[in-house]
């Protein structure tokens, strides 16, 4: 097969250069281009431009794997370098050329390479979509969804735009049904994304990726698990609330990882009661992470058996104290918020936005340099490799009337698709987990607005993978 492709591309830049004399040298050339073209690429990284040069040893480092790469910058989308550009804004445009890698080279994984750039505007080095689902909260009227990048074709082989009514708003579901329906959600490339806000960023997260594939596999360290975990809803608050939440289902998960050494931080055990037993136990070294509890882009805790008491688990303050050089594990944190990943300590200079704002601002936990996940993920010489947590707020069978689960599930599956169905690609788990949950919670569009519907909806498409698509976890023999 492949010669015969071979074949017919040198025939068909010999007949392209054949308007004068052809130039052996030249048609060879292009040839060896055109064949790279058409049989396509593995992993799509997409970039500014500023951050092109740090990723040329990650294109090397994956191609040693047998990844087929290519690195494409905005400008080169914009400016219709591959594919001719088209969308409304540059999120759609991003996901048209998403759309074009996966029709013409077979793409599988995407890697979006930025976050937000320093400063008091908004502004971005990649873009992101907002997503504008109301739970009828009043927390929050968006949030952000990389998962529509990745969710390019709906059920019958059309572009899965999310604005279906086409407003220019994205996902809505706010009245009686949802706006914006059926989005199909199914996720047809696996998307990650390093939400680097400066080139430094990104240098630590290629080094800390291309160490970890090439050292993890074999080692003790890796085949260990920690959970940490405690009562996350206490049953004095209400009397449904029985048992300990994060505990169960972080032996949900402990149950469908055979094979690893399991270090649990409970709180009912007294093994956790504090920052400084989730920072000693990381710093030992571990393949995996599982938190499970209560989140907010800084911070993560939990409760005591029975008890409104918060034990904290880690703030990003604290992360300076990780110090788990080279073991970097894969940590999956079940909470609100963790990943936020447009918060900003800018935020604390609002004041001019009004008094109420700012406090806002404050009290939310959006005044920091970087979200709780993309800070353990490019902490130099220690935190995770990846993390994969919430942009917004998580819901659980207590939210959703003992009806179904939500991220209790998204999290628990997260170690079934590893341990139990031997997914060993980072971004396949995150695909697959999604596409379970949506089979076993199957979306009715026509539900209101807080149904549980809505909650399933925006349970997948908040689920944000910070880290490399492609990872191999375990590293590579
Ligand atoms: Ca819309
Ligand atoms: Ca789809
Ligand atoms: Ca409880």
Same mark, same amino acid.
């Given at each position: 097969?492949?010669?015969?492709? !071979?074949?017919?591309?040198?025939?068909?830049?010999?007949?392209?250069?054949?308007?004068? +004399?052809?130039?052996?040298?030249?048609?060879?050339?292009?040839?060896?281009?055109?064949?790279?073209?058409? %049989?396509?690429?593995?992993?799509?990284?997409?970039?500014?431009?500023?951050?092109?040069?740090?990723?040329?040893?990650?294109? #090397?480092?994956?191609?040693?794997?047998?990844?087929?790469?290519?690195?494409?910058?905005? @400008? #080169?989308?914009?400016?219709?370098?591959?594919?001719?550009?088209?969308?409304?804004?540059?999120? %759609?445009?991003?996901? =048209?050329?998403?759309?074009?890698?996966?029709?013409?080279?077979?793409?599988?994984?995407?890697?979006?390479?930025?976050?937000?750039? *320093?400063?008091?505007?908004?502004?971005?080095?990649?873009?992101?979509? !907002?997503?504008?689902?109301?739970?009828?909260?009043?927390?929050?009227?968006?949030?952000?969804?990389?998962?529509?990048?990745?969710?390019?074709?709906?059920?019958?082989?059309?572009?899965?735009?999310?604005?279906?009514?086409?407003?220019?708003?994205?996902?809505?579901?706010?009245?009686?049904?949802?706006? $914006?329906?059926?989005?199909?959600?199914?996720?047809?490339?696996?998307?990650?994304?390093?939400?680097?806000?400066?080139?430094?960023?990104?240098?630590?997260?290629?080094?800390?990726?291309? %160490? =970890?594939?090439?050292?993890? !596999?074999?080692? #003790?360290? +890796?085949?260990?698990?920690?959970?940490?975990?405690?009562?996350?809803?206490?049953?004095?608050?209400?009397?449904?609330?029985?048992? =300990?939440?994060?505990?169960?289902?972080?032996?949900?998960?402990?149950?469908?990882?055979?094979?690893?050494?399991?270090?649990?931080?409970?709180?009912?055990?007294?093994?956790?009661?504090?920052?400084?037993?989730?920072?000693?136990?990381?710093?030992?070294?571990?393949?995996?992470?599982?938190?499970?509890?209560?989140?907010?882009?800084?911070?993560?805790?939990?409760?005591? *058996?029975?008890?409104?008491?918060?034990?904290?688990?880690?703030?990003?303050?604290?992360?300076?104290?990780?110090?788990? @050089?080279?073991?970097?594990?894969?940590?999956?944190?079940?909470?609100?918020?963790?990943?936020?990943?447009?918060?900003?300590?800018?935020?604390?200079?609002?004041?001019?936005?009004?008094?109420?704002?700012?406090?806002? !601002?404050?009290?939310?936990?959006?005044?920091?340099?970087?979200?709780?996940?993309?800070?353990?993920?490019?902490?130099?010489?220690?935190?995770?490799?990846?993390?994969?947590?919430?942009?917004?707020?998580?819901?659980?069978?207590?939210?959703?009337? +003992?009806?179904?689960?939500?991220?209790?599930?998204? @999290?628990?599956?997260?170690?079934?698709?590893?341990?139990?169905?031997?997914?060993?690609?980072?971004?396949?788990?995150?695909?697959?987990?999604?596409?379970?949950?949506?089979?076993?919670?199957?979306? $009715?569009?026509?539900?209101?607005?807080?149904?549980?519907?809505?909650?399933?909806?925006?349970?997948?498409?908040?689920?944000?993978?910070?880290? $490399?698509?492609?990872?191999?976890?375990?590293? =590579?023999?």
């Amino acid at each position: 097969m492949k010669s015969i492709v !071979y074949a017919v591309f040198v025939i068909f830049v010999l007949s392209s250069t054949m308007t004068g +004399f052809v130039n052996n040298e030249v048609a060879t050339i292009e040839t060896k281009e055109s064949i790279t073209t058409y %049989e396509g690429y593995d992993l799509l990284i997409l970039t500014p431009q500023q951050f092109y040069d740090a990723l040329i040893p990650f294109k #090397e480092h994956k191609e040693n794997h047998g990844i087929r790469t290519i690195i494409v910058t905005l @400008d #080169e989308i914009y400016n219709s370098k591959y594919f001719p550009c088209q969308g409304r804004d540059d999120a %759609e445009k991003v996901k =048209y050329f998403i759309k074009n890698a996966y029709d013409e080279w077979h793409i599988k994984y995407v890697l979006l390479v930025g976050g937000r750039k *320093p400063g008091l505007k908004e502004e971005w080095w990649m873009p992101v979509r !907002y997503v504008y689902l109301d739970d009828g909260s009043n927390w929050e009227r968006r949030y952000l969804s990389d998962l529509y990048f990745a969710d390019i074709y709906d059920k019958n082989g059309n572009f899965s735009s999310w604005d279906n009514n086409g407003n220019g708003i994205y996902g809505e579901w706010k009245g009686n049904k949802a706006e $914006d329906a059926p989005i199909d959600l199914v996720p047809d490339v696996y998307v990650g994304r390093w939400a680097a806000r400066s080139l430094h960023e990104v240098e630590i997260v290629v080094a800390k990726t291309i %160490e =970890y594939e090439n050292n993890a !596999y074999g080692k #003790e360290w +890796f085949k260990k698990m920690i959970t940490i975990a405690g009562d996350t809803y206490p049953e004095c608050l209400n009397s449904s609330w029985k048992g =300990y939440e994060g505990e169960e289902n972080a032996q949900r998960a402990i149950n469908w990882m055979p094979g690893f050494t399991h270090i649990k931080l409970w709180t009912s055990l007294g093994t956790f009661t504090g920052p400084e037993d989730v920072i000693n136990a990381i710093n030992e070294g571990a393949g995996f992470v599982f938190f499970d509890g209560h989140g907010s882009p800084m911070s993560w805790a939990t409760h005591p *058996p029975n008890s409104t008491e918060w034990v904290d688990g880690l703030t990003v303050w604290q992360m300076r104290y990780l110090k788990n @050089d080279g073991m970097y594990p894969v940590v999956v944190v079940g909470g609100c918020h963790n990943s936020q990943f447009n918060i900003s300590v800018f935020n604390l200079l609002k004041i001019y936005e009004g008094f109420n704002k700012w406090i806002e !601002y404050i009290w939310k936990g959006e005044t920091a340099p970087a979200c709780w996940s993309w800070w353990m993920t490019k902490k130099m010489d220690g935190g995770s490799v990846a993390t994969l947590g919430y942009s917004g707020l998580g819901y659980t069978k207590e939210d959703k009337n +003992f009806e179904g689960e939500a991220t209790e599930w998204v @999290d628990s599956h997260f170690f079934w698709e590893y341990g139990m169905n031997h997914t060993e690609i980072l971004g396949e788990i995150w695909g697959n987990v999604i596409k379970n949950y949506l089979k076993t919670y199957p979306i $009715d569009w026509n539900a209101p607005a807080g149904s549980n519907s809505a909650l399933d909806a925006k349970t997948v498409q908040e689920w944000i993978l910070l880290g $490399d698509p492609s990872l191999k976890i375990g590293g =590579y023999p």
